[in-house]
């Protein structure tokens, strides 16, 4: 009774040969799926089906090791596996350009919109790591650091906000909403939410979202504390409404 999207992605990335292989990786029904494919002269293809369009990560394992034995970062690649036939191509998994059907498309579009951000953040983690221990223990340097970050952060979040109201029908935004959403931003981004498209809000990630949002608003600045109890240093019960007018520092 479920729509099941047949996939088939296809790959021609660099010129690697046996022993490497590559890995597909994803979640369908609440389960993790991983999947293995030869693949030669670069060249390499994955067949399966999903119910819905799922979140998958292609990674190279350049002499053959399973995932689990890899002891570098491996190249790798998120795709979104849907009906059709997906195309990858590029000189590395990482840099390759995806193709095939609107969801990797809008993938792309994304990820052009957000990649000025990103390498600003790659190269902030960069400083860190090439910065010598006394730096990276001088509190003035950590914080410098912070701060810059948190300014990536909301420009990135700008930018979420706007590719969701622009493309409402996308299972992009649905994934963005998905990935972004706590209860420091549940007020702004459940409006977008109610702006999706009716088919994607009645997906099993957009009902799934749904119960997050009703969850975070009870959350939400402004908002009534869910109440609680829990022992004091002597043993005795305190609720957390029965604080209600006092100062409470939660701990």
């Known amino acids: 009774l479920f729509a099941q999207e047949d996939f088939t992605l296809k790959g021609k990335v660099g010129a690697a040969n046996a022993p490497a292989k590559v890995f597909l990786q994803y979640a369908e029904g609440g389960q993790k799926i991983l999947d293995s494919a030869a693949i030669k002269d670069g060249a390499f293809v994955f067949n399966g089906t999903v119910a819905e369009p799922a979140e998958a990560?292609?990674?190279?394992?350049?002499?053959?090791?399973?995932?689990?034995?890899?002891?570098?970062?491996?190249?790798?690649?998120?795709?979104?596996?849907?009906?059709?036939?997906?195309?990858?191509q590029g000189d590395?998994?990482?840099?390759?350009?995806?193709?095939?059907?609107?969801?990797?498309?809008?993938?792309?579009?994304?990820?052009?919109?957000?990649?000025?951000?990103?390498?600003?953040?790659?190269?902030?983690?960069?400083?860190?790591?090439?910065?010598?221990?006394?730096?990276?223990?001088?509190?003035?340097?950590?914080?410098?650091?912070?701060?810059?970050?948190?300014?990536?952060?909301e420009k990135e979040a700008v930018l979420d906000l706007l590719f969701i109201q622009e493309n409402p029908a996308s299972y992009i935004s649905l994934n963005i909403l998905d990935e972004k959403l706590d209860a420091t931003n549940v007020s702004q981004l459940k409006e977008a939410f109610a702006n999706l498209q009716a088919s994607l809000k009645n997906s099993a990630k957009g009902k799934d979202i749904q119960e997050k949002i009703n969850s975070l608003n009870k959350l939400s600045i402004g908002q009534v504390a869910p109440d609680f109890s829990m022992p004091d240093v002597n043993g005795k019960e305190i609720a957390l409404s029965s604080l209600r007018g006092q100062y409470v520092l939660l701990d």
Do not use: C, H
Not at 57 to 74: K, R, V
Not at 94 to 104: D, E, L, S, T, Y
Not at 110 to 132: H, I, N, R
Not at 145 to 150: I, Q, S
């Open 57 to 88: 990560y292609i990674i190279l394992s350049s002499n053959g090791e399973s995932l689990d034995q890899l002891t570098t970062a491996p190249d790798f690649r998120k795709v979104y596996l849907s009906k059709g036939v997906i195309t990858l």
């Open 92 to 153: 590395s998994f990482k840099a390759a350009k995806v193709a095939g059907n609107k969801i990797n498309e809008d993938l792309l579009r994304y990820e052009s919109a957000v990649q000025e951000v990103k390498t600003a953040m790659d190269a902030l983690f960069q400083e860190y790591e090439d910065a010598p221990d006394e730096k990276r223990n001088d509190a003035a340097f950590g914080e410098a650091l912070e701060n810059r970050y948190a300014e990536l952060m």
